[in-house]
């Protein structure tokens, strides 16, 4: 397991002053987890009945909950293998849920669903090497820029259509076609990760 840069330790500082500090230790990483998992049809519901501020809203909640988590984990010393798999796939899942009920017709969303298709294939490729090895592959650097811009993209992709603001959406569309990049990226590293450990 690698030791976090300097930079996501200072990261991961200013989230525990500013989220973590009245959390009790009995709280676990994993449990916010799973809170994000339990949002997924909570965002995609209340987007796809129009609702949308109300999802944008429970959507950026469980985008918090991933920067939580992993900051926990680094933190207080918690991570678990169980964590390294359910994280990104929560991830996943949450994006893809606000996804598909807010933009499924633009091609940049449709390929960035393909990506994420592509990549929970791969997950579970992961997981049937983590039961055999008893190792979780890590996310890299890639994977975890790509979600921040995923993240921020749609976000105003679904500002955007709130506000009717085009020219919002528009940048928006473009931060997306950035994380899709850092996807491919972030998938590549992966495959070499793996391909070291076996």
């Known amino acids: 397991m690698t030791a976090p840069s300097l930079t996501q330790r200072r990261v991961d500082r200013l989230v525990d002053l500013v989220f973590l500090w009245p959390l009790p230790r ?11 998992l339990v949002l997924v049809p909570v965002v ?102 790509k979600m921040v811009l995923l993240s921020i993209g749609l976000s105003l992709f679904i500002l955007g259509g709130v506000l009717e603001a085009g020219s919002l959406v528009d940048a928006s569309v473009w931060i997306l076609w950035a994380a899709l990049v850092f996807a491919v990226l972030a998938g590549i590293g992966l495959v070499r990760s793996r391909d070291r450990l076996l």
């Open 26 to 36: 009995s709280v676990r990483p994993n449990h916010l987890t799973a809170i994000r």
């Open 44 to 145: 995609f519901g209340l987007f796809h009945y129009g609702w949308a501020w109300q999802g944008l809203v429970v959507f950026v909640v469980g985008v918090c909950t991933d920067f939580m988590d992993g900051a926990m984990a680094r933190r207080r010393d918690q991570i678990t293998d169980l964590g390294i798999f359910i994280d990104p796939l929560a991830d996943k899942l949450l994006v893809a849920s606000a996804l598909l009920a807010t933009g499924g017709d633009r091609l940049v969303v449709q390929v960035i669903l393909v990506s994420i298709g592509i990549e929970l294939f791969v997950m579970v490729l992961g997981a049937i090497f983590w039961a055999r090895r008893g190792r979780a592959v890590q996310p890299n650097v890639f994977g975890k820029i």
